[in-house]
């Protein structure tokens, strides 16, 4: 069974700053793939980045990228510069290779962005 | 365009009424998800339609009956359903189920209350 944990309930940060929501998770599959995603308060689940289990570089998609750490079972999201817009609840998803239509969420994070 | 659709926005409804939630996809995925999300908390897989068959159902009551008419479009039928039922129905959709971590992509969710 997979599972993901989220220990940060909220994070505040200032614009500009930059930022990283924990995500460790946990699975006995040799091949998965891990997800981060956004969602405002209109209720859109916003698909961010995604790390492949075996992807030896680590993921980057503008102004996020992921800090995967295999040995640790982490896959903290970066954001670099953060700006007001990015205030929103984030996930992070796991889904195994061989199962792959059922996508794992952790209990997400609320981050807050001020001026 | 990786743009999923749904309709209604917002849906209230009495526990009598019958009622149907729309989704639609023209990314020409295989794969189309029903998740409900209860305030606060992550979304719950509900159902999985892979290549217009139901293949996941996370043992749903029968007063949600999903109907997959095509490839790009993926309803939600609601009968007799109690308040507890009230929550934000998200629909997503994947490229190619079975192949791989597979990044679902979400529409913006239907607001559903029952009285």
């Known amino acids: 069974a997979q599972k993901i944990t989220q220990t940060q309930p909220g994070m505040f940060v200032q614009e500009k700053e930059a930022v990283t929501l924990d995500c460790t998770y946990d699975t006995s599959d040799p091949s998965y793939g891990l997800f981060w995603y956004k969602q405002p308060s209109s209720g859109e689940m916003i698909f961010l980045i995604y790390?492949?289990?075996?992807?030896?570089q680590n993921a980057t998609e503008g102004r996020y990228s992921l800090n995967f750490q295999k040995a640790r079972k982490s896959a903290n999201l970066v954001i670099s510069a953060s700006q007001l817009g990015d205030s929103a609840m984030y996930f992070c998803?796991?889904?195994?290779?061989?199962?792959?239509?059922?996508?794992?969420f952790g209990t997400g994070t609320r981050l807050q962005v001020f001026p | 365009d990786t743009e999923v659709t749904q309709t209604p926005k917002h849906l209230v409804m009495g526990m009598t009424n019958k009622k149907s939630l729309k989704c639609e996809q023209h990314m020409g995925h295989r794969a189309m998800y029903w998740y409900k999300q209860k305030a606060k908390k992550p979304p719950e897989l509900m159902f999985v339609?892979?290549?217009?068959?139901?293949?996941i159902n996370e043992s749903v009551p029968s007063r949600f009956s999903p109907e997959c008419p095509n490839s790009s479009l993926l309803n939600l039928h609601l009968h007799a359903l109690q308040p507890e039922d009230s929550a934000l129905y998200l629909c997503?959709?994947?490229?190619?189920?079975?192949?791989?971590?597979?990044?679902?992509?979400f529409g913006p969710g239907t607001r559903l209350t029952v009285l």
């Open positions: 997503a959709s994947s490229q190619e189920p079975g192949q791989g971590a597979d990044t679902q992509y």
């Open positions: 998803a796991t889904v195994a290779f061989y199962n792959t239509d059922k996508l794992i």
């Open positions: 339609y892979s290549y217009e068959k139901l293949s």
């Open positions: 790390q492949g289990s075996y992807d030896q």
